[in-house]
């Protein structure tokens, strides 16, 4: 089985601030990942692709990936009340299937 | 615009009835996949398809079954045989071979099934 881990939160920080999010899987082999954002009741909506080692920007968010260490992470600078949501770490698993973390849900006080 | 659709919204079921969530999408993509989401935990596979009239099973198939007879459409249907059923279940999508490993998925909306 493989396996991706991620903290459940929930996370806290305050409007303005950075957020940081993490995720480690156990495929050596994997290849993309993906970062989910998803609010309570709704579906899953990418917001992130990254499939190199290093940093991958867009916007406020950005993605950092350690195939080494078997770590990805998403960073969302001046963080929004409307980032408030659960955020799911996604790895390839070859043969376009998918693993899930269980997400970590994030709280941005005004 | 393309997308994928689910339907119902929400989906009640009795004790010994099987139903049916429907998923169509018009995004021309080979590959569809039904998951399963309980409070709390990740998305977890119950089956996929990379091409018409072939599928295989996810990691918790027993007690639901699904058919792939046209490209758009890959229906689940939830069988009594699934003992606890309740749980948001989404249907997505992506392209086949090595395109789909870099292009993630298409979520729909989701059904949420409950037993009543």
């Known amino acids: 089985q493989k396996e991706v881990e991620q903290n459940s939160g929930p996370l806290s920080v305050p409007e303005g601030a950075i957020a940081s999010l993490n995720c480690t899987y156990s495929d050596r082999v994997s290849q993309s990942f993906f970062w989910y954002r998803q609010y309570s009741g709704k579906s899953p909506e990418l917001i992130m692709s990254i499939y190199s080692n290093g940093d991958k920007e867009d916007g406020r968010f950005t993605a950092q990936l350690n195939k080494a260490s078997q770590y990805v992470s998403l960073l969302i600078r001046d963080s929004q009340p409307s980032d408030s949501a659960t955020y799911l770490c996604a790895v390839n698993g070859g043969f376009n299937k998918f693993y899930f973390g269980s997400g970590t849900k994030l709280n941005v006080k005004p | 615009d393309g997308g994928i659709t689910q339907s119902p919204k929400y989906l009640f079921r009795k004790e010994g009835q099987n139903v049916t969530l429907s998923c169509e999408q018009n995004l021309n993509h080979d590959a569809m996949y039904w998951y399963r989401q309980d409070p709390g935990q990740g998305l977890r596979l119950i089956y996929y398809?990379?091409?018409?009239?072939?599928?295989q099973k996810g990691d918790i198939a027993e007690g639901y079954s699904v058919s792939r007879e046209k490209k758009e459409s890959f229906p689940l249907t939830v069988t009594s045989a699934q003992k606890n059923p309740t749980a948001f279940y989404l249907c997505?999508?992506?392209?086949?071979?090595?395109?789909?490993?870099?292009?993630?998925?298409?979520f729909g909306s989701g059904t949420r099934l409950t037993v009543v």
């Open positions: 997505a999508s992506s392209p086949s071979g090595t395109g789909g490993d870099y292009y993630g998925y298409t």
């Open positions: 398809s990379q091409i018409v009239n072939d599928f």
